[in-house]
């Protein structure tokens, strides 16, 4: 079946709509004032003009952003993203929500986002290095591996991030440079990265599918997945629902969407994407249209692309009993209390994505101590640290009555209130 383009809902702000999930929060819980009013605006908001030479030989100036929105549990952190939408508004929301993922999860580290407005995939590979040292050179001080510690978003990935490094670390004294491959994660290994790191947002994510399985007595090769997104989460996370022994039966990004009812072979259709630079055609698979895809009978949909996927039309059509919010705000306020009112449970994105952050805090802790950590630890810890926050959800969200996401920044918001408390508003 096709449909019509689903029309846009009305979305303000997307950081009044983070604002929104926060303050309903806060209500539910009682959140003291002070702490309310503080955590309502982002510490420091940086904005940098900078001109980058291209190709031939012009200059052409970028606009980027770094948003600070809480460091009371640790250094900011959180990702910097290359895309045309990129603007402060959207920032703020991420680095809002990076606030409330990281204390979620438990982490020693605040929130952060940053990003240049443009579009990468029009940049030669020279003029994205050139866009990523100029930056960082411009943003100066405003980072640093105990201030604000960058790592890949949407249109970077770890090439990005030893660039960020390597400008960063040119910059600080000699005897501070091996210190200074802390200031990013999400590094290569040869670099200083992690084994698990790059597919960490998936796997977490997965780890959190066969948690909630377990708890609905299914077994996961009962389960089938519908995936939009086919970058760095929605392919990993298929990847690994698939190798779990689940179905990924419909897969959906910006060039179309494949189905097949059996399960999509996920190796063969990324062989098909590299090949081809888009999903449709792929053999092993039926090309339907985008709008179909959201629905395909599945027991879970994990929007996995970018923010506001998810709305209010779409929501009334979804047959799956939970989304797992794979990308950062994928499910429009609309959308959700659609959602909500259909008994359609959502594992929200500072719990569902969280898997990223928890390894870039584990790569953080390696380049400190100088250490290398194997795969096995890294997917041990990693386990242990998401399934610590999927149970606190749960215990919050009942205790007080109220949906999961709620129940998330819930958790989050008690340890950044009992931060406050403790250590007081100077002066």
């Known amino acids: 079946m096709s449909h019509p383009a689903s029309a846009p809902d009305e979305i303000e702000s997307l950081y009044k709509s983070a604002m929104t999930q926060f303050q309903r929060a806060a209500d539910a819980m009682g959140l003291d004032p002070a702490v309310r009013t503080i955590l309502a605006q982002p510490k420091n908001e940086v904005v940098v003009n900078f001109p980058v030479r291209m190709e031939d030989g012009r200059y052409e100036l970028f606009r980027g952003y770094r948003i600070q929105h809480n460091n009371i549990l640790g250094p900011y ?3 910097i993203r290359y895309a045309p939408q990129v603007d402060q508004d959207e920032v703020k929301a991420l680095a809002a929500w990076m606030t409330f993922k990281t204390a979620l999860a438990g982490l020693p580290f605040g929130g952060a986002k940053g990003g240049i407005t443009c579009n990468p995939s029009k940049l030669s590979d020279e003029e994205q290095m050139r866009l990523t040292r100029r930056f960082t050179h411009a943003l100066g001080s405003n980072i640093g591996p105990e201030h604000d510690i960058p790592a890949p978003d949407v249109g970077t990935n770890a090439r990005h991030m030893v660039w960020m490094m390597d400008t960063y670390a040119n910059s600080v004294p000699v005897g501070e440079r091996n210190r200074a491959r802390a200031v990013v994660t999400g590094k290569s290994l040869a670099c200083g990265g992690s084994e698990g790191r790059e597919k960490a947002t998936g796997q977490g994510l997965c780890y959190l599918v066969e948690a909630w399985a377990e708890r609905k007595g299914i077994a996961l ?78 027991e879970i949909l994990v929007p996995a692309a970018i923010e506001n996927q998810l ?64 795969l096995e630890t890294v997917d041990r810890k990693l386990r242990r640290q998401v399934l610590k926050a999927f149970e606190s959800t749960i215990d919050a969200a009942s205790t007080h009555k109220t949906d999961l996401r709620t129940g998330a920044y819930v958790v989050g918001l008690r340890r950044l209130e009992r931060a406050y408390k403790e250590r007081g508003i100077f002066p």
């Not at 929200?348 to 380049?367: M, Y």
Request: hydrophobic share 40%; proline share 3%; with cysteine.
């Open 77 to 79: 952190k959180g990702g």
């Open 311 to 374: 709305t209010s039309d779409r929501a009334r059509r979804v047959r799956a009993r939970v989304v797992f919010e794979g990308a950062n705000g994928p499910t429009t306020p609309q959308a959700d209390r659609i959602l909500q009112d259909r008994g359609i449970e959502v594992i929200p994105d500072i719990l569902a994505n969280s898997g990223g952050v928890i390894v870039s805090f584990f790569e953080w802790l390696q380049n400190k101590n100088c250490e290398s950590w194997d």
């Open 221 to 298: 090769s009962k389960l089938r997945l519908a995936v939009q997104g086919f970058g760095n989460v929605g392919y990993h996370a298929a990847l690994i629902a698939s190798e779990m022994g689940a179905r990924v039966v419909a897969v959906h990004d910006h060039t179309g969407a494949v189905m097949n009812s059996a399960g999509l072979d996920i190796p063969s259709l990324r062989r098909h994407v590299d090949q081809s630079r888009k999903l449709v055609g792929f053999s092993g698979g039926e090309t339907i249209s985008p709008e179909s895809f959201w629905d395909v009978d599945a």
